[in-house]
């Protein structure tokens, strides 16, 4: 710095010569202005030290242990990175949105976890209305797409799910049926016995499947179609991977399921087919909620501001994932592109996932029947 202003000032003294100017009055205004500067520059440099320094500050003191409750147990090393970053130890406990919001409710604000981490967006929907999450509110939210984010803060998305068939094609062919292209070619009656989906009220991606085609064939016309859909199905799995695990295994010929770049690796080199239906995807936002009067708070409100408000961390998460839907959440992030056309997805009104959600369950129960796996 000393070097640059001794030079700076060499030069102005020259030029002063050249021009005839006193050199006192020259010397004297251009030691003055870079003394000025020398100083705004100081004084800019203590100002920022002084915001990291208060940034530092304002960050909570983290202890103890956080509880999640996630839909895998994959995300562990993403757990762990915090872990690292922070001193916090996390617990992690695998489980399905559903049985998440009916463990929630049971415990009668009481939670014994702290950080809910994965699942269809219409569970945390149903527990933000029985007051009970958090709310969470940081800078970085203010870049993630207004769809996948509560307005108030209480739940944000960590990626999308979409849905498609994944077809045994050996299957079909010993059958003798055509492999499905559309959610219409489902009622096929030669498919009798031989379609597999998870059961709604457990897996929130197939409650998913259920709230958008409602809404993309009318309730009266979508009731129907789910009655004559139901004939063509064996039984609802209990688990959200059940579909994939029974198709890939020979038990059905074709499973109702989410689709991502995982399950593309599963069956690579098989003879299963992924099958995007050309009449609409079904898809559903994955929340990521804290839970109200939560015993670590502190460290799971800071988990999600620490995930979304770094970009390393969420393609982290979207490697995991093994999704692109992140894409859609925050569409400034680089190294994550879609695999897909978003057009392809079905048009649907989100907040109809949350506020429908018992009524079109209960209605979806008794047309189970004895149907829905309880193993």
């Known amino acids: 710095m000393k070097k640059k202003f001794l030079t700076g000032l060499a030069v102005a003294c020259a030029a002063a010569m050249m021009a005839g100017c006193g050199s006192g009055e020259t010397a004297e205004t251009t030691t003055a202005a870079a003394t000025t500067a020398a100083a705004a520059e100081a004084s800019e440099s203590e100002e920022t030290e002084a915001s990291e320094s208060q940034e530092a500050a304002e960050a909570p003191e983290l202890s103890g242990t956080m509880k999640v409750v996630a839909t895998s147990e994959d995300y562990v090393t993403l757990f762990d990175k915090f872990t690292e970053e922070t001193g916090v130890k996390v617990e992690l406990l695998s489980m399905s949105s559903g049985e998440v919001l009916s463990k929630l409710r049971a415990e009668g604000g009481t939670p014994s976890a702290d950080l809910w981490f994965g699942g269809g967006i219409d569970a945390f929907m149903s527990a933000k209305e029985d007051g009970l999450l958090e709310q969470v509110n940081f800078d970085a939210a203010s870049e993630l797409a207004d769809t996948y984010k509560d307005s108030e803060g209480y739940w944000y998305s960590k990626g999308i799910t979409i849905v498609g068939f994944l077809v045994n094609q050996a299957l079909t062919e010993e059958l003798g049926v055509e ?148 894409k859609l959440v925050k569409p400034s992030i680089e190294g994550i592109e879609l695999g897909y056309d978003p057009a392809i997805l079905m048009e649907e009104d989100l907040s109809l996932f949350g506020s429908e959600r018992d009524e079109v369950l209960a209605q979806f129960e008794d047309l189970m029947g004895d149907k829905a796996a309880d193993e």
Do not use: C, H
């Open 179 to 326: 492999v499905p292209q559309s959610w219409t070619d489902l009622l096929n009656e030669g498919y009798k016995g031989e379609i597999i989906m998870s059961n709604p009220a457990v897996s929130g991606t197939n409650y998913a499947v259920v709230n958008a085609l409602l809404q993309t064939m009318g309730e009266e016309e979508g009731w129907n179609y789910f009655q004559k859909l139901n004939d063509n199905i064996a039984y609802y799995g209990k688990r959200g991977s059940d579909p994939l695990n029974k198709v890939v295994s020979d038990e059905f010929a074709i499973g109702i399921s989410y689709i991502d770049r995982g399950v593309e690796a599963t069956i690579d080199g098989s003879d299963i087919a992924i099958v995007y239906p050309t009449d609409g995807i079904p898809w559903v936002p994955e929340g990521v909620a804290v839970f109200k009067n939560a015993e670590n708070v502190d460290a799971a409100k800071y988990f999600v501001e620490w995930l979304f408000s770094n970009d390393d961390n969420l393609r982290m998460l979207a490697e995991i994932d093994k999704k692109d839907g992140l």
